[in-house]
């Protein structure tokens, strides 16, 4: 595949740098939708893979380039699933890190590590334009457990709280190449990089 670009549907900077090393391999050079679009797209759709989709066709459509959406979030079994589809915007303020894991350890306060389990979810939709009516999509999952008290400085969003049994230690603990290998973005980009190579 020759070195072109791609649109993230996202303003995270920090979510730019974990998919640029992600996408390395195919030498595509990632640039986020608030270089072309102030806007952004409600995300309405009760599941993870729709909201995902909305994301990537109004990048794609505001910067002309192909795009790449993720929609992902925390599931705990002991709350029916939640944060889920909510999990940016769980303690009221989209994008508030320290409101959303306040909630959910509140949510859990209590609760015994045997009702702590939890798993992180992504949904990954690729568009090669706006309105491509057949998109790519790739999911991931990475099961584990909610801690009691935040731990590490790495990562972003649940990191803090997200126990990974086979490395014993936080998300946020691990180091950025570990968590690349092994996180919920990481297999869905693995499903979707190879669906890529065969563009």
Same mark, same amino acid.
């Given at each position: 595949?020759?070195?072109?670009?791609?649109?993230?549907?996202?303003?995270?900077?920090?979510?730019?740098?974990?998919?640029?090393?992600?996408?390395?391999?195919?030498?595509?050079?990632?640039?986020?939708?608030?270089?072309?679009?102030?806007?952004?797209?409600?995300?309405?759709?009760?599941?993870?893979?729709?909201?995902?989709?909305?994301? &990537?066709?109004?990048?794609?459509?505001?910067?002309?380039?192909?795009?790449?959406?993720?929609? +992902?979030?925390?599931?705990?079994?002991?709350?029916? !699933?939640?944060?889920?589809?909510? +999990?940016?915007?769980? !303690?009221?303020?989209?994008?508030?890190?320290?409101?959303?894991?306040?909630?959910?350890?509140?949510?859990?306060?209590?609760?015994?590590?045997?009702?702590?389990?939890?798993?992180?979810?992504?949904?990954? &939709?690729?568009?090669?334009?706006?309105?491509?009516?057949?998109?790519?999509? &790739?999911?991931?999952?990475?099961?584990?457990?909610?801690?009691?008290?935040?731990?590490?400085?790495?990562?972003?969003?649940?990191?803090?709280?997200?126990?990974?049994?086979?490395?014993?230690?936080?998300?946020?603990?691990?180091?950025?190449?570990?968590?690349?290998?092994?996180?919920?973005?990481?297999? &869905?980009?693995? +499903?979707?990089?190879?669906?890529?190579?065969?563009?």
């Amino acid at each position: 595949m020759n070195t072109r670009e791609v649109v993230l549907a996202s303003r995270n900077a920090k979510k730019l740098a974990e998919m640029q090393a992600l996408l390395a391999p195919l030498g595509l050079r990632v640039r986020l939708v608030s270089e072309f679009c102030d806007q952004t797209p409600e995300e309405s759709a009760p599941t993870f893979v729709e909201n995902a989709l909305l994301k &990537a066709r109004h990048a794609a459509r505001a910067s002309g380039l192909m795009a790449i959406a993720d929609d +992902s979030g925390l599931e705990v079994a002991a709350l029916r !699933g939640a944060p889920g589809v909510h +999990s940016a915007r769980y !303690g009221g303020v989209h994008g508030d890190d320290a409101a959303n894991n306040r909630k959910l350890l509140q949510a859990l306060d209590g609760r015994p590590e045997s009702e702590r389990a939890a798993r992180f979810v992504c949904a990954l &939709a690729c568009l090669r334009h706006a309105d491509d009516p057949v998109p790519m999509i &790739a999911l991931g999952l990475w099961h584990g457990r909610v801690l009691e008290a935040p731990r590490g400085t790495n990562g972003f969003g649940y990191d803090p709280l997200f126990w990974v049994p086979d490395q014993n230690r936080s998300a946020a603990e691990l180091d950025p190449a570990v968590k690349n290998r092994i996180s919920h973005r990481a297999r &869905a980009f693995a +499903s979707l990089l190879a669906q890529l190579r065969e563009m």
